[in-house]
């Protein structure tokens, strides 16, 4: 099942067809207790058959939380020391990566987040920019993952690399995170070893075209969430991204009109171009 956020409404796509719901069913999933996904789920009323065209919002409530964990796949650890290494930061990243805590910070909350469609952004004080493209985890009250979507944690490498310190400013800011199209609805929805595909466009042409599957990750879903609610309650459930492995090179920043497409293996692909 995936269930689609559009303007004018929720649709709960089964079997093929797209059926209306109540506009209060994405809350309910997010601020639901363990072992309640099932029951809400089956118990939704679906109306009338629909399309879904028109305007896609990001399918997270406006209060919840997104988080996001760094340094997951091996690529990622590289990239981080690359980018850290003048600063002398480089080996924070090594040892992350192999330490029994993850790294997690706070990105976004929900009414920030754009969905399919908008416009992402790079700071204007930020010189090197790139999209990180990561499978994002929609976890309820109760601490348990019911969900998937598309996410991209867009990230200014130049100031967090002056100093992992500036990181909060890196991640955080207007239109640094898209996720959607939709939600990918159970926890044995998506395959173990998905792939994870990013694709730039730049004037109608291909600029970085690479790829990764969810094989690579090293950190278990479950171990993420786990950290995050270990000694933090999340009242309007969270959003978790997962970390990337498609890492464009220090050779390549996003500019503006640039065309960012992710696709996860399952899930579908979320669009957006630089603003």
Not at 26 to 41: M, T, V, Y
Not at 196 to 223: C, H, M, N, P
């Amino acid at each position: 099942m995936k269930l689609h956020c559009l303007e004018r409404g929720l649709l709960l796509e089964k079997g093929g067809e797209c059926h209306e719901v109540e506009n209060e069913l994405l809350k309910r999933l997010f601020q639901s207790g363990k072992g309640e996904i099932e029951e809400i789920l089956n118990t939704t009323e679906v109306g009338v058959v629909s399309g879904t065209e028109g305007k896609i919002l990001p399918p997270v409530p406006a209060d919840t939380e997104i988080w996001a964990a760094g340094v997951t796949y091996m690529r990622s650890k590289s990239a981080r020391m690359e980018e850290s290494e003048k600063a002398g930061g480089d080996v924070f990243y090594d040892l992350v990566y192999d330490a029994e805590r993850p790294e997690l910070f706070f990105k976004s909350m929900g009414y920030r987040a754009v969905g399919n469609g908008a416009e992402i952004r790079v700071r204007e004080d930020s010189s090197w920019d790139v999209p990180e493209p990561e499978l994002t985890l929609a976890v309820n009250a109760g601490g348990e993952i019911f969900g998937f979507t598309v996410g991209n944690d867009v990230s200014s490498r130049s100031i967090e690399g002056e100093n992992p310190l500036y990181l909060p400013q890196a991640k955080v800011y207007n239109g640094s995170c898209a996720v959607g199209p939709c939600l990918l609805l159970g926890r044995d929805a998506l395959k173990d070893d998905a792939f994870i595909k990013l694709t730039i466009t730049r004037s109608g042409e291909a600029v970085f075209d690479d790829a990764t599957d969810l094989t690579q990750l090293k950190r278990g879903l479950e171990e993420l969430v786990e950290a995050l609610y270990r000694e933090l309650d999340f009242p309007n459930g969270a959003m978790m991204m997962t970390g990337t492995g498609v890492v464009p090179g220090t050779d390549f920043t996003l500019q503006t009109g640039d065309v960012v497409r992710i696709e996860i293996e399952g899930i579908g692909t979320l669009e957006n171009v630089v603003a």
